[in-house]
């Protein structure tokens, strides 16, 4: 298995208040995203980073930060949480994709919860 | 802009009967990879079977087979003998040869029946 932790793996959370959650990975892949997964949504893509402090938005971004200061942390940040952001997220990274293709590779989740 | 497209919101299989579940992407670009991942009730998204979009002849893995139509822009996903383990959400995805991100479908929540 592909080695990715994220922290934590379930949080309950006040609108308002900030949020950090963590992806790290032991793989040493370029490609590091942050998803979030909502029923009939599927998942969609909040931020990816290319590389050290090399990030760029998704189609969901607005709400979100992120950071990548090592290649093995990929941080992400909910400034002010509100209650649509109550969803699953879920952290993958990736290699460049080349010929025979490079597949994402998964967290095992976070689930947040604001209140 | 890249969409991709499941249309099957659930589906039912007897045991050791054989299942599609259809995916059709829109993009403009030439070279791409296309993906399906697995995810059962406890959460992971486990992935499956990949196909490039040069590559000629239908991808395989075990029971898994990926039936890609270039043309028509589909690329399904055909579970053969299915067994109940395989009852989960399945996700195809499309990844541009030059781009990074990953897009996703909305998924297709497959049970099978004993």
């Known amino acids: 298995d592909a080695g990715i932790t994220q922290s934590p793996r379930h949080k309950v959370t006040e609108t308002g208040t900030p949020v950090t959650l963590r992806c790290h990975q032991t793989e040493n892949h370029r490609y590091m995203y942050w998803y979030r997964q909502d029923p009939g949504h599927g998942l969609r893509l909040i931020h990816y980073?290319?590389?050290?402090?090399?990030?760029d938005k998704g189609e969901v971004s607005d709400g979100y930060s992120v950071s990548r200061s090592k290649t093995e942390d990929f941080l992400l940040t909910l400034e002010s949480a509100t209650s649509s952001q109550t969803s699953v997220y879920f952290c993958?990274?990736?290699?460049?994709?080349?010929?025979?293709?490079?597949?994402?590779?998964f967290g095992q989740g976070t689930r947040l919860t604001v209140v | 802009a890249q969409k991709i497209t499941q249309t099957q919101p659930g589906m039912f299989v007897q045991e050791k009967e054989a299942v599609t579940l259809d995916c059709t992407y829109d993009?403009?670009?030439?070279?791409?990879?296309l993906f399906w991942y697995k995810q059962p009730s406890s959460g992971e998204m486990i992935f499956l079977i990949y196909?490039?979009?040069?590559?000629?002849q239908n991808a395989t893995e075990g029971r898994y087979s990926l039936n890609f139509q270039k043309a028509r822009k589909s690329a399904n996903l055909v579970i053969s003998a299915s067994q109940l383990g395989d009852s989960a959400m399945y996700f195809c995805a499309m990844r541009p040869l030059k781009g990074n991100q990953f897009y996703f479908g909305t998924g297709t929540s497959l049970t099978v029946i004993p």
């Open positions: 993009t403009s670009d030439q070279s791409y990879g």
């Open positions: 993958a990274i990736s290699e460049i994709q080349g010929i025979y293709g490079a597949e994402a590779f």
């Open positions: 196909q490039g979009s040069y590559d000629e």
């Open positions: 980073s290319y590389g050290v402090k090399d990030t």
